[in-house]
């Protein structure tokens, strides 16, 4: 019995230090979605911030002219109120006094905000950590764990589908790959 009973502690232990899986960003996309983001034709790159030059002011926003999948907001319901493990880059909007971003969107690849189209509203998720997390790069890939919501955010800077309140943060490892 008391074998059992440590047998039980043990197994729970492990679990509760267990990392939650990763959720993959394409389930944050409706099926009708990622079949039209496959669909899509090759997107042009030749952009004043491709060049280097800027006429406007910058942004995350997605230019106009691209097809109707880059701006979607459709959300996946069951994605509501879940826990999840995130992986993605940094856009950091607030920090504290210590320097730490607070508030910042999560974009699934490197760069999102640089040279090329940022990703559809529904492909963004804006993260509130009041922890604050030291950010040195922006190209440095995060976990994200928390409660994911579907919540339209829209700012001068972007548009996004979704928030985490996010309850750790923390740089990819090596060891994680």
């Known amino acids: 019995m008391r074998r059992l009973f440590l047998l039980s502690l043990l197994l729970f232990s492990t ?3 267990a990392e939650l ?3 993959d960003w394409l389930e944050l996309m409706p099926k009708s979605d990622q079949k039209a983001l496959e669909q899509m034709p ?3 790159h030749n952009s004043p911030e491709a060049q280097g030059t800027f006429t406007a002011k910058g942004g995350l926003k997605q230019s106009k002219g691209l097809p ?3 701006y979607s907001t459709k959300t996946v319901p069951a994605m509501n109120g879940k826990t999840v493990r995130l992986g993605g880059y940094p856009v ?3 920090t504290d006094a ?3 971003s607070t508030l910042f969107f999560l974009v699934p690849y490197p760069g999102a905000c640089i040279h090329v189209p940022p990703p559809p509203p529904n492909q963004m998720v804006l993260v509130r950590y009041p922890k604050g997390l030291k950010l040195d790069d922006i190209y440095t890939p995060l976990w994200v764990v928390g409660t994911l919501k579907v919540e339209k955010v829209s700012n001068d800077l ?3 589908a979704y928030a985490l309140e996010a309850s750790k943060v923390r740089v990819v490892q090596e060891s994680d790959l």
Do not use: F
């Open 68 to 70: 109707a999948v880059m």
């Open 21 to 23: 899986a990763e959720t």
């Open 98 to 100: 210590k320097g730490h």
């Open 158 to 160: 972007a548009d996004a």
């Open 15 to 17: 679990l509760a230090h």
């Open 42 to 44: 090759e997107i042009d």
């Open 92 to 94: 950091p909007l607030e």
